[in-house]
């Protein structure tokens, strides 16, 4: 009899007798009382010794004969003890690491550290974990005498058989079944030797409690870990495996090219006979930045450009993962498709784990504890609150939730794959409607909260809160407007206005509130007055800002009529405000100078400290405007003690705008510099752009006047961007004059005239004549650009900077087309 049948005598009669009995491993094993597992390994031969208990209840569910039995106990004396013990080595890495530069350096340096022996590669599904571990194994052989041994776990159904893989990864046959890990610790002993445990997460606490006992037993045997999940063992040391670096959305092609996530597709896409030019670098930067540099979905997305251009690619995965599928078909099952992989990690969660994972994917850009808290739970109690913390922590344990801890308050989000994938679960659970409801109405409520703090020394952080909290201010918004829930979608847009306006955003703003109105009037039910109001005011102040004049003082006074009929003064104060602007940029003087008192003495009734402050700062504008320089003074500085008392940062750098403006309209250039580099750098800070293109728009002027030529276009050049983008016309116009008027001491007249041209029709298109205090100048420059060039060359300059769109201005130059025949700009 050959060696291996001596070996094998005794598996060879266990599978026999078990054939001639008509059982299956499973039915044996459970005549016999024993595991599935137990017989499958003495049949295969990994147990060479088992118990004599064990023997016998095998005999006994096989009814084997007194003779039979004999000669089954005696196969066992002739099967060896010993063999030539031999590693398990890491798998020969089938391609070429891609990036991974800085994890290969730290992870060797750790793992040849005598005081760190376990090592955690953590991170979610696709993200690269065992290739690294590969990588890591292939080059620390010389650091380990004894060697390294490989143990790949994504098979091992349950926690006994881990043991069985380690012993036959080192290369031990175990002699009984009792005493394995006695047996195993004792194989391994002082030797040193590195273990890579390759997959651990649906075995955790098996890895977990074996890696404590072989540690704890053999002094030199050190543990590297693969994980979804953290095994929370003693001295485990964890490294979170990132997605590879992707390049940023404007980026040249070299810097496109050297993004490992690039670089990965690229190679990928070869390999399928793809070699996109440079013109194709864009969409495949499109292509990495939307699977966020995850390896395994850049691999499945690399694999389509069979079928697929990479525009085709990057369209379908702005909106879905689907595409994601079609991987090797010698890869594990999971790692074939994205979606197998996530079912992977989803399929080892609780059911309240699911329900969670779930839910928190109704956010877009992340979230908070209360956040979860709200969408999560039907209340917000204390106990469901710490449910909601431990259900986190677990889930960011599986590497499933991302955690940025660099704010005060922890913040929470997930991959896109991962959040699209659990989308589709809540889906077919058919929980969605629930907890997008719960959703709308957590940022309902933070929104109102937020616009409280408005106006206030709050206001700063408020509007930081609100920047984090876009992304989901914007869904709650889509999800309310695209149900038609007249209620919550005016709510939500009414709060947010100010913001809107105080970052810019006027166009998006007056989207949103007009989007709200149609619905409130559409509806089967009214909406309730004070919400309504709320409503238009803010439609009617954004559509003011972009200087749609009509429109605005119609949504203002129907506003004003419900706070009228309401005898709300507040409300009906503030809209006044917003009416008196109006009637300010139409250089409606008097009427607007009125609006600002009626809404003063309506501020002054109900004793609103803030709202006197801020009347007050409207009836200085009008009056420096109109160059009524004294009153202006009165009523702006007594609006900034206000403001600076109450640490409202807005208020204060209007009001170091108009004083700034009375002291360049006085003739004090110093005083004016001083107070208008104070509000540009107070409005920088505060985000606030309307602020920062005013001032900008008067340091120009200052510098102007003196005959600081080059500082001035600078500055007006960046204030007619700023305003431009805003959709601010008026403003526009007027810094428009102010550079022909630099252009033309700068003796480029033709230029002059085309500016002139140009602020002339985007005048006549707002309905808003040149304010009175820009007039001299205006009057000045026009007089002296047509007498230098003669009434035919200045009509031909005027009529093309007629004819050309303001954002064709703002760019810097004419079309040479259009005015081959004049100066160039400057």
């Known amino acids: 009899m050959s060696g291996r049948n001596e070996i094998d005598d005794f598996a060879g009669l266990l599978r026999r007798h078990r054939l001639t009995a008509g059982l299956s491993q499973e039915e044996l094993a459970e005549k016999a009382g024993l595991s599935a597992d137990a017989v499958a390994a003495l049949e295969r031969g990994r147990r060479r010794a088992p118990r004599p208990l064990t023997v016998r209840m095998l005999a006994t569910a096989l009814n084997l004969s007194e003779q039979d039995f004999a000669v089954f106990t005696e196969s066992l004396r002739r099967s060896p003890s010993g063999y030539t013990p031999q590693l398990q080595g890491p798998p020969l890495p089938p391609d070429t690491l891609i990036g991974r530069a800085a994890e290969l350096t730290e992870l060797t340096s750790l793992l040849g550290h005598g005081g760190v022996r376990l090592v955690t590669l953590t991170g979610l599904g696709g993200v690269g974990k065992s290739r690294l571990a590969v990588a890591v194994s292939n080059g620390v052989g010389r650091q380990f005498e004894a060697g390294v041994c490989w143990v790949p ?96 959305s404007r980026a040249a092609p070299e810097e496109i090219r050297d993004a490992d996530a690039v670089r990965m597709f690229l190679a990928r896409a070869a390999a399928h006979g ?95 504890l209360p956040a979860a808290v709200a969408v999560f739970c039907p209340e917000a109690t204390d106990a469901c609150h710490e449910r909601v913390l431990d259900l986190t922590g677990r889930l960011i344990d599986k590497s ?40 709308l109405l957590h940022y309902v409520e933070l929104a109102e909260t937020a616009e409280s703090s408005l106006g206030t020394g709050q206001q700063s952080a408020t509007l930081n809160r609100l920047d984090t909290e876009l992304d989901n201010l914007r869904i709650a918004l889509g999800r309310a407007i695209s149900r038609e829930l007249a209620v919550e979608s005016m709510r939500l847009a009414a709060a947010l206005w100010r913001y809107f306006s105080l970052r810019g955003h006027y166009s998006e703003g007056r989207d949103w509130l007009e989007s709200a109105l149609r619905i409130a009037r559409a509806g089967p039910e009214p909406v309730a007055d004070p919400a309504l109001a709320a409503a238009l005011k803010g439609a009617g102040f954004l559509a003011h800002l972009q200087c749609e004049y009509s ?13 009228r009929r309401l005898d709300d003064a507040a409300g009906a104060a503030r809209t006044l405000v917003h009416l008196g602007s109006i009637a300010r940029e139409r250089a409606e003087y008097d009427r607007s100078h009125q609006l600002h008192l009626e809404s003063l003495h309506l501020y002054q009734q109900l004793g609103d400290r803030a709202g006197i402050a801020w009347a007050r700062h409207y009836l200085g504008f009008v009056s420096w405007l109109r160059m009524d320089l ?20 807005e208020g204060i750098t209007w009001s170091q705008i108009n004083l700034g403006s009375v002291a360049l309209y006085d003739g004090d250039l110093p005083g004016a510099e001083r107070l208008l580099h104070q509000s540009l750098g107070r409005a920088q800070r505060l985000g606030f752009r309307e602020g920062v293109g005013w001032s900008l728009n008067q340091l120009g002027v200052v510098a102007r006047r003196q005959g600081r030529l080059e500082r001035s276009i600078h500055l007006l050049d960046e204030s007619l961007a700023e305003h431009q983008e805003l959709g601010d016309k008026w403003r526009a116009a007027s810094v428009l004059e102010a550079l022909a008027s630099v252009a033309q001491q700068h003796d480029n007249s033709g230029y002059a005239a085309f500016l002139l ?36 060359a200045f009509a031909h300059a005027w009529g093309a900077g007629q004819a050309t769109p303001l954002h064709a201005v703002a760019d810097g130059y004419p079309p040479d087309d259009t005015l081959s025949t004049l100066d160039a700009p400057w």
Request: some cysteine; overall charge negative; charged content about 25%.
């Open 551 to 563: 429109i605005a003082a119609e949504r203002l006074e129907d506003a004003l009529a419900i706070y």
């Open 153 to 248: 776990l994504a098979a091992r159904p349950d926690g006994p058989e881990v043991t069985d893989a380690v012993a036959a990864a080192v290369g031990l046959r175990l002699a009984s079944d009792a005493a394995e890990i006695d047996a195993l610790a004792e194989h391994i002993g002082a030797r040193r030797m590195l273990v890579v445990l390759d997959n651990c997460e649906h075995v955790v606490e098996t890895c977990a409690w074996l890696c404590t006992v072989l540690l704890q037993r053999c002094p030199r045997l050190t543990i590297l870990a693969t994980s979804r999940e953290l095994l929370r063992a003693p001295g485990e040391v964890v490294r979170q495996v990132q997605p590879l670096s992707v390049p940023p």
């Open 757 to 792: 041209g140009a602020a002339s029709a985007v005048r006549d298109t707002i309905g808003a004549p040149v304010p009175q205090c820009e007039r001299p100048d205006t009057e000045l420059t026009t007089a002296a650009v047509r007498d230098k060039l003669g009434e035919r």
């Open 630 to 649: 004294d009153r202006a003074r009165d009523y702006s500085e007594a609006a900034l003690t206000y403001f600076q008392q109450a640490g409202d940062g």
């Open 400 to 439: 499933l939730i991302l955690v940025d801890r660099e704010a005060a308050e922890a913040r929470y989000s997930m991959f896109s794959v991962i959040r699209q994938y659990a989308g589709r679960r809540l889906d077919d659970g058919g929980r969605r409607a629930t907890i997008e409801q719960r959703h």
């Open 274 to 368: 793809v070699h996109p030019r440079d013109e194709r670098l864009l969409q495949v930067s499109r292509v990495c930045r939307s699977v966020q540099g995850i390896p395994l979905a850049i691999e499945l997305a690399a694999a389509r450009v069979n079928v697929l251009t990479i525009e085709q690619i990057a369209d379908e995965l702005d909106s879905s993962s689907r595409i994601l599928s079609g991987g090797s078909r010698t890869a594990p099952l999971r790692q074939q498709t994205i979606d197998a992989a996530l079912d992977w990690s989803y399929n080892l969660l609780s059911g309240e784990e699911q329900e969670f994972f779930e839910a928190v994917s109704t956010f877009s850009g992340g979230w908070t």
